[in-house]
C-alpha cells in the first residue's frame, strides 16, 4: 500500500516558479512508475510529466518541454516536480500518481495510487 501527499501548490504570477513534492508512504516507493497529473476546470485529467523508478526515464507533456522538471528521491521517498516560466494555462489542480507496475503511461486510470491534490495558480 502507498499514500501520497502533495505539497507545495499556490499561488504565482506568470513568469514565476513553484516546486511541488509529493511524499510517499511504504517500502515500495522506489518499484513505482510516478506522475503528475494535472486538471484544469472544464477539462480531462492529463499526465504532465512522468518517471521511472530511477531517474532516468522520464516523460514530458509537450506543453510543458523544457519549463518542468520531474525528479524522485527514493531514499527519501519523495518525488518533486519544478514548475519554471509558469503559464496562467499551468492553472489547476496537480496531483501525484503512482502505479504498482509497468511503465510510465499517459493513461490515468493505470496509477493505483493518488495524493489528494495541490492546487497551483498562475495569474496573468
Known amino acids: 500500500q502507498v499514500q501520497l501527499v502533495e505539497s507545495g501548490g499556490g499561488l504565482v504570477q506568470a513568469g514565476g516558479s513553484l516546486r511541488l513534492s509529493c511524499a510517499a508512504s511504504?517500502?515500495?516507493?522506489?518499484?513505482?512508475?510516478m506522475g503528475w497529473f494535472r486538471q484544469a476546470p472544464g477539462k480531462e485529467r492529463e499526465l504532465v510529466a512522468g518517471?521511472?523508478?530511477?531517474?532516468?526515464?522520464?516523460y514530458y507533456a509537450d506543453s510543458v518541454k523544457g519549463r518542468l522538471n520531474i525528479s524522485r528521491d527514493n531514499a527519501k521517498n519523495t518525488m518533486y516536480l519544478q514548475m519554471n516560466s509558469l503559464k496562467p494555462e499551468d492553472t489547476a489542480v496537480y496531483y501525484c500518481?503512482?502505479?504498482?507496475?509497468?511503465?510510465?503511461?499517459?493513461?490515468?486510470?493505470?496509477?493505483?495510487?493518488w495524493g489528494q491534490g495541490t492546487q497551483v495558480t498562475v495569474s496573468s
Open positions: 500518481a503512482a502505479r504498482r507496475g509497468g511503465d510510465i503511461s499517459t493513461t490515468s486510470w493505470l496509477y493505483e495510487y
Open positions: 511504504g517500502r515500495t516507493f522506489g518499484r513505482y512508475p
Open positions: 518517471i521511472g523508478w530511477s531517474n532516468t526515464r522520464t
